[in-house]
Every structure is written in C-alpha cells, then in structure tokens.
C-alpha cells in the first residue's frame, strides 16, 4: 500500500529542537524528490524544504535556512527534517510529499507537483 507517513512533531518551548520522520512504503522512493511543506491556520501553505531522490540537492526556505535540515536515508525510505532553535511562528501542520519527475526547486515552489502526499504532523512552539 502506497503511503508516506509522517512522526515526530509535537510541543516545543521557543528554542528547542524537534526532529521530523516521513517514512515512504509502497512506491520506488530512491526516484523520488521529497519535499516538507506547512501550513499554518489563516495561512497559505509554504514549502519549508526539499531534497533530490539522491540526497545531493535541498532547498530551503528563507525563513528556515540555518536552523532546519533535511536530510534522507534511502536504504529505509525515510526523509528527516532536523528543526532547530524553532520559534513561534513555526507553528504549523507540517506534511511530506514525493514528486517523481521535480526538482528541488520546483518542488518547494509548487507543491501541486507532488505525486504523493502524507497526512502530516503538528508542530506547537510555545512556552
């Protein structure tokens, strides 16, 4: 069964880490480019990062660049999403997709190039 799911969001004070699972089954996911994107309520969806089926080119938000990191493992088909020194405004549902035939760029500009898509995880920065 084709599925991208995702682990690991959850409460966190300003300042504090959290570190974002999409793990993929049932499709070839050494193929495929993977992107996290967010939405926050009231706001339009952001592509917050992505990363090449090899792993070799990401792409960042500006908002997020040198405090998250993505990365992948191929041989378990999971992409992680390391967020650090989070503040409040990271608040948000954050999902994963795999686009087949993207590149990183294009990804994170237009979601709508996704082939497939998680059912996300929230993300809270409060104290």
């Known amino acids: 069964q084709l599925q991208l799911v995702e682990s690991g969001g959850g409460l966190v004070q300003p300042g504090g880490s959290l570190r974002l699972s999409c793990a993929a089954s049932?499709?070839?996911?050494?193929?495929?480019?993977i992107g996290w994107f967010r939405q926050a309520p009231g706001k339009e969806r952001e592509g917050v990062s992505c990363?090449?089926?090899?792993?070799?080119?990401?792409n960042y938000a500006d908002s997020v660049k040198g405090r998250f990191t993505i990365s992948r493992d191929n041989a378990k088909n999971t992409v992680f999403l390391q967020m650090d020194s989070l503040e409040p405004e990271d608040t948000a549902f954050y999902y994963c997709?795999?686009?087949?035939?993207?590149?990183?760029?294009?990804?994170?500009?237009?979601?709508?190039?996704?082939?497939?898509w998680g059912q996300g995880t929230q993300v809270t920065v409060s104290s």
């Open positions: 990363i090449s089926s090899s792993g070799g080119n990401t």
């Open positions: 997709a795999a686009a087949r035939r993207s590149t990183v760029e294009a990804l994170c500009i237009n979601a709508d190039r996704s082939d497939y």
């Open positions: 049932g499709f070839t996911f050494v193929y495929y480019t």
